[in-house]
């Protein structure tokens, strides 16, 4: 079975699934991608069209052609990611995402929901599964539900159809993810390669100290590469820190062998970071210690403010109670 037709037999699968308890945003595709049960309070708020195609992607074994990889839970960022590769179009065709903006958004947004596009109907309709919509709400319904969808519908019109790689490769040829990296070379002689594979034209070599700039990853985890000016470098021989896709909210730390802490708290230059379990770095946000009832802070750069030590942390902000089992994203 072809890539697409997986996808989109996952989704079927789950048509009919909804919020529990009603308008709570508490669904089995925010648990998977937050790592816990969510649910909407008066600070934090989950909608869940675009979680629901990132979790049908993964749990068809398509999650890198999900956004090329990406992340998010945003309407946004997937409008932008397809915009900037060239990959959003004005008519679908099956497997593309839909991207919807109804007459209820807000002032300033560009789309505010999104669905999986199933089959393109002779009268130019197209059949879709969408997460959180409903009968009387388009973009926060609260279910997972089969829908029929034209240009410009009652309350809605169609932004454009982002259409994923399911051949599963990026513009490059490659599973690249953009990224913005500054790398410290670990060990001498390390060559730059034409392509990231070990076959490929050397094209220098650099040594144990030199600093590249890489704005591009393979992600692989057994086989990974940096893509740097000039040619690509195994992630094996780096040390640094990785902002992946450009986004502020997506820092993560390689060390030698591609290592890279996870559920853990780390020393690096000096400084106490904590990473969740998805690799990133917590930020701006309170963190339970595992040893006692103290909650530590750590800003925007997510380095631990000690001064900020408490036992009674401000519901302002986020808390984050089992570092261990949470995604920082």
């Not at 034409?194 to 076959?199: D, H, Q, R």
């Not at 009832?293 to 925007?300: A, L, P, S």
Request: aromatic content about 12%; hydrophobic content about 35%.
């Amino acid at each position: 079975m072809a890539v697409v037709d997986n996808v989109i037999s996952k989704a079927r699968e789950y048509i009919g699934v909804s919020e529990n308890p009603p308008e709570s945003n508490n669904v089995v595709f925010n648990t998977d991608y937050y790592g816990r049960e969510v649910f909407d309070n008066g600070s934090a708020t989950y909608p869940w069209c675009v979680v629901f195609l990132w979790d049908i992607f993964r749990m068809s074994g398509a999650g890198s052609i999900f956004c090329d990889g990406m992340k998010t839970a945003s309407t946004e960022a997937v409008l932008t990611h397809y915009k900037n590769k060239g990959m959003l179009f004005s008519t679908g065709k099956r497997g593309d995402i839909v991207l919807i903006i109804t007459d209820a958004a807000g002032r300033g947004r560009n789309v505010n929901h999104a669905g999986l596009v199933i089959s393109v109907n002779g009268d130019g309709t197209y059949e879709t599964i969408e997460g959180n919509t409903g009968s009387g709400n388009i973009a926060n319904g609260g279910m997972v539900m089969n829908r029929t969808r034209s240009l410009s519908g009652r309350g809605y019109k169609i932004v454009g159809f982002a259409r994923p790689s399911y051949e599963g490769k990026s513009s490059t040829g490659y599973n690249e993810i953009p990224i913005s990296a500054k790398l410290t070379i670990v060990g001498d002689g390390i060559r730059v390669r034409s392509a990231p594979n070990t076959s490929a034209d050397v094209v220098k070599n650099l040594e144990e100290g030199a600093v590249v700039k890489a704005m591009g990853r393979i992600a692989s985890r057994h086989n990974p590469w940096f893509h740097i000016e000039g040619g690509y470098i195994s992630g094996n021989f780096v040390s640094g820190w990785v902002k992946d896709y450009n986004d502020n909210k997506r820092w993560w730390y390689v060390e030698k062998d591609y290592k890279y802490a996870k559920s853990q708290w780390k020393n690096i230059a000096g400084k106490d970071y904590c990473f969740g379990k998805d690799s990133y770095l917590f930020v701006n946000c309170y963190i339970k210690s595992a040893v006692n009832g103290t909650y530590y802070w750590v800003d925007d750069d997510g380095v631990y403010q000690k001064r900020y030590d408490t036992t009674s942390p401000s519901r302002k902000y986020r808390i984050v109670e089992d570092y261990k089992n949470e995604n920082a994203l």
